[in-house]
């Protein structure tokens, strides 16, 4: 063999033996994924949906449904992992240019990654998910002998009356807003325009709901602080605080367990019971921070809420500079690139320093946003519950999770969170050219965070001053509030347990002036 045709062999089997370490490292990947989001769907579905008790095909229909929603779930976690570890393999590459055992985090490794998300994103939320969720619906069609086969069939014809309807509504989008002679020729291709069209509309729905979900989940984050950790004893008696609270605790279960009303008070029992559990509630938390380490009340909470702003007012600084940047120069609108060259430049001005703290931002919006996405009011009934949450719900998260994970890497790059351009099909949406959107959401996204949080915290600055120095001890106003007049007895117990007068007790005003009943 000449050796000009030993060389191109050796060439050959090269590219093989990369191609398939490369099968071998995504399948690793997304084999671990998909056994992490098992047992996090696991820990939140409801059991009696997959039991064989009642009905077996219907358990079987559920677990089907169950895979694909795991399925799902494992792609919504690699689209948010994926821009993060491209990331750090470039600057493990920059730091270990010559190494050996590394020399599989290349270029084409991490290209592969990328188109491989974009596919199965693709296919999760048009097929998949839809699948799903008419699979655990149907029944089969009437006269049809019963079984999952029939189903199949049913759900089937569904999808794709269904994906026709959504592939005429596209075309008549593409058709109105490109009215020239390419775009009608490129209406007639499914996968070279039809389905990057779709994925480019739902990419934009998702990056616009980041938009409203980040800077809402910013401020609920400070308050979810403030309710998980410990706060500082400042310009408050806990002490008085928990003695009032064992009072009110003990008052409350002394009426329940008599279960007489008093002449003036007419008690509603469920009321008390519920005010009872409240109660007892607010008394656990208050022994809790009572039992707290000087070292973790001091010094924990502090810390957190000075990560949680100086994590915010870093994000919001890139934002401005971006946007500073984007009327400045052309370069730095986000734009895509078809081939991933790693190891040759640091993506940050501060190097591994600044690579990091990208890291860090993504992975803080996005749980910014998930948790924002979760306290809004349109979309607090999806938050799923242990052990108790349904098989529709679990399809309904995982859609929505999906779609705010597949716009984490479009997000990130259009606010100048890191300057890693989009790989593969990320970067041939359309809208990414528009100079006023991309312009104008990084302007939206600025103004939100900051009115959002400066509304938070000062709500919350004030709620604490008035809790530590408006505290209303008039006993007479008391009095007025229960509806009878104040006792001396009653005034005395007032003002040595100044909770007390927040117990929602019902109470019937009295008609006749002499006396309360």
């Given at each position: 063999m000449a050796p000009v045709e030993q060389d191109a062999l050796a060439v050959?089997?090269?590219?093989?033996?990369d191609r398939v370490r490369e099968c071998i490292i995504c399948a690793l990947l997304f084999a671990s994924l998909y056994i992490l989001c098992h047992f996090i769907i696991t820990h939140f579905k409801k059991h009696t949906d997959f039991t064989a008790v009642h009905d077996d095909e219907d358990a079987a229909v559920n677990r089907i449904a169950l895979w694909l929603c795991t399925f799902t779930l494992a792609v919504a976690l690699g689209a948010v992992l994926l821009l993060p570890f491209s990331i750090i393999s470039n600057e493990v590459l920059l730091s270990f240019p010559q190494n050996y055992y590394i020399q599989w985090l290349n270029g084409s490794l991490i290209h592969g990654l990328w188109n491989l998300v974009f596919l199965f994103s693709n296919m999760s939320l048009v097929f998949l998910m839809p699948f799903a969720?008419?699979?655990?619906?149907?029944?089969?069609?009437a006269g049809s002998k019963k079984g999952i086969m029939a189903r199949v069939y049913?759900?089937?014809?569904?999808?794709?009356?269904?994906?026709?309807?959504?592939?005429?509504?596209?075309?008549?989008?593409?058709?109105?807003?490109?009215?020239?002679?390419?775009?009608?020729?490129s209406l007639y291709d499914l996968w070279e325009y039809y389905l990057p069209y779709l994925y480019s509309c739902i990419s934009l729905f998702g990056v616009l709901l980041l938009l409203l979900c980040t800077p809402f989940g910013l401020s609920t984050m400070f308050t979810v602080t403030g309710k998980l950790l410990v706060k500082p004893r400042l310009l408050e008696d806990l002490d008085e605080q928990l003695s009032c609270t064992r009072f009110e605790e003990a008052a409350v279960s002394h009426r329940i367990r008599s279960g007489k009303a008093s002449c003036w008070l007419n008690l509603d029992m469920a009321m008390l019971r519920e005010q009872f559990f409240a109660i007892r509630s607010k008394r656990r938390k208050l022994e809790l921070r009572h039992r707290a380490s000087p070292w973790q009340r001091n010094l924990g909470y502090p810390l957190a809420m000075l990560g949680l702003l100086a994590l915010t007012g870093i994000s919001v600084l890139i934002v401005c500079f971006h946007v500073?940047?984007?009327?400045?120069?052309?370069?730095?609108?986000?734009?895509?690139?078809?081939?991933?060259?790693?190891?040759?430049?640091?993506?940050?001005?501060?190097?591994s320093f600044g690579a990091a703290l990208q890291v860090v931002l993504i992975f803080y919006l996005m749980l910014s946003s998930v948790v924002g996405f979760y306290s809004s009011p349109l979309f607090t009934r999806l938050l799923p519950e242990r052990q108790d949450t349904p098989l529709t719900k679990i399809i309904g998260n995982c859609v929505s999770l999906l779609v705010l994970s597949s716009a984490l890497p479009v997000f990130s790059r259009t606010l100048g969170?890191?300057?890693?351009?989009?790989?593969?099909?990320?970067?041939?949406?359309n809208w990414l050219g528009n100079f006023y959107i991309v312009f104008l959401y990084n302007m939206g996204f600025a103004g939100l965070t900051t009115l959002c949080l400066v509304k938070r915290v000062s709500w919350a600055v004030q709620a604490e001053l008035i809790h530590a120095f408006g505290e209303d001890r008039d006993t007479g106003t008391r009095g007025w509030l229960l509806g009878c007049p104040t006792s001396p007895t009653l005034t005395l117990t007032?003002?040595?347990c100044p909770g007390l007068h927040k117990l929602p007790l019902p109470v019937t005003r009295c008609r006749t002036h002499s006396k309360p009943c």
């Open positions: 050959r089997e090269q590219l093989f033996h969720y008419f699979f655990t619906e149907s029944e089969g069609f049913e759900t089937s014809v569904v999808l794709l009356l269904l994906t026709l309807l959504v592939l005429g509504m596209v075309w008549v989008a593409s058709a109105i807003v490109g009215n020239d002679a390419a775009s009608r020729q500073l940047e984007l009327l400045l120069d052309d370069a730095a609108m986000p734009r895509g690139i078809q081939d991933a060259s790693l190891g040759q430049v640091s993506f940050s001005i501060f190097g969170i890191t300057r890693f351009d989009l790989l593969g099909d990320f970067g041939r949406f007032l003002s040595l």
